[in-house]
């Protein structure tokens, strides 16, 4: 959960990891309402190349002109490794994922089964330094005011998206990265641009820690998105 790109690794068969992040603020766009969530991630490795996911906002509070409170939608993914990284030919390692988000969740928060494909790229640069991405396609759900009305209208969107980042390994504990992402609709208006920063902290072998801090470089973009959180293994 640390920057916006999934890498293209995949849990050893037969172990686990879960992360959280208790705190997460997203602010307005011209789309959603300032939001607060509890972000959660699962991960299986089923073998050593396929990782089986479960992941989602957790607990989330919207503050629009009506304050609601909820679970948001729990989302099913599998993660497939296709190959690994080649440096030396600028091959990037590789991977398939595929995500549904389900309509298991608070009312208020679900619209339907929203399938999810994205392609995940990991390129060491250099031994300290390493350039991910991730290219996906799916559905979101999109809150639109209805013209001369207070009232809110929910549909889902087709979009396509676009996440990198920079990561730069200070010691055996530290690293920092620089990381970004793209949303367009298929419509062909933009759906936002963001970039972050943040910092991991390796704590011990089964404990990490992680910050992140972002703005909105696009006006439908949010304009502030800041988590903290940690993974056990």
Same mark, same amino acid.
């Given at each position: 959960? &640390?920057?916006? @790109?999934?890498?293209?690794?995949?849990?050893? %068969?037969?172990?686990?990891?879960?992360?959280?992040?208790?705190?997460?603020?997203?602010?307005?766009?011209?789309?959603?309402?300032?939001?607060?969530?509890?972000?959660?991630?699962?991960?299986?490795?089923? !073998?050593?190349?396929?990782?089986?996911?479960?992941?989602?906002?957790? =607990?989330?509070?919207?503050? %629009?002109?009506? #304050?609601?409170?909820?679970?948001?939608?729990?989302?099913?993914?599998?993660?497939?490794?296709?190959?690994?990284?080649?440096?030396?030919?600028?091959?990037?390692?590789?991977?398939?994922?595929?995500?549904?988000?389900?309509?298991?969740?608070?009312?208020?928060?679900?619209? %339907?089964? #929203?399938? !999810?494909?994205?392609?995940?790229?990991?390129? @060491?640069? /250099?031994?300290?330094?390493?350039? %991910?991405?991730?290219?996906?396609?799916?559905?979101?759900?999109?809150?639109?005011?209805?013209?001369?009305?207070?009232?809110?209208?929910?549909?889902?969107?087709?979009?396509?998206?676009?996440?990198?980042?920079?990561?730069?390994?200070?010691?055996?504990?530290?690293?920092?990265?620089?990381? &970004?992402? /793209?949303?367009?609709?298929?419509?062909?208006?933009?759906?936002? !641009?963001?970039?972050?920063?943040?910092?991991?902290?390796?704590?011990?072998?089964?404990?990490?820690?992680?910050?992140?801090?972002?703005?909105?470089?696009?006006?439908?973009?949010?304009? =502030?998105?800041? #988590? =903290? &959180?940690?993974?056990?293994?």
């Amino acid at each position: 959960l &640390g920057d916006f @790109p999934n890498s293209s690794s995949t849990l050893p %068969g037969g172990t686990w990891q879960l992360e959280l992040a208790p705190f997460c603020i997203t602010g307005r766009d011209q789309y959603n309402s300032p939001s607060y969530s509890t972000l959660y991630l699962l991960r299986y490795g089923v !073998t050593d190349d396929v990782e089986f996911r479960i992941l989602g906002d957790g =607990i989330t509070v919207s503050y %629009g002109d009506t #304050q609601s409170t909820g679970f948001s939608p729990v989302v099913l993914d599998t993660k497939i490794h296709l190959w690994d990284e080649m440096p030396e030919r600028w091959i990037p390692g590789t991977a398939l994922e595929i995500l549904l988000s389900t309509d298991w969740g608070s009312k208020d928060l679900t619209s %339907g089964y #929203q399938p !999810t494909i994205a392609l995940n790229f990991d390129l @060491p640069l /250099t031994e300290k330094l390493a350039l %991910g991405s991730t290219i996906g396609y799916g559905q979101v759900k999109e809150q639109l005011l209805l013209p001369n009305s207070s009232d809110e209208l929910l549909q889902n969107v087709n979009q396509a998206y676009f996440q990198w980042s920079v990561v730069r390994e200070l010691d055996d504990r530290w690293s920092v990265f620089v990381t &970004g992402q /793209t949303y367009e609709k298929i419509a062909g208006d933009s759906a936002g !641009t963001l970039l972050a920063f943040g910092g991991n902290w390796q704590q011990s072998d089964r404990v990490a820690w992680y910050s992140l801090l972002g703005w909105g470089v696009t006006p439908d973009a949010p304009a =502030i998105t800041a #988590q =903290i &959180g940690l993974g056990f293994a």
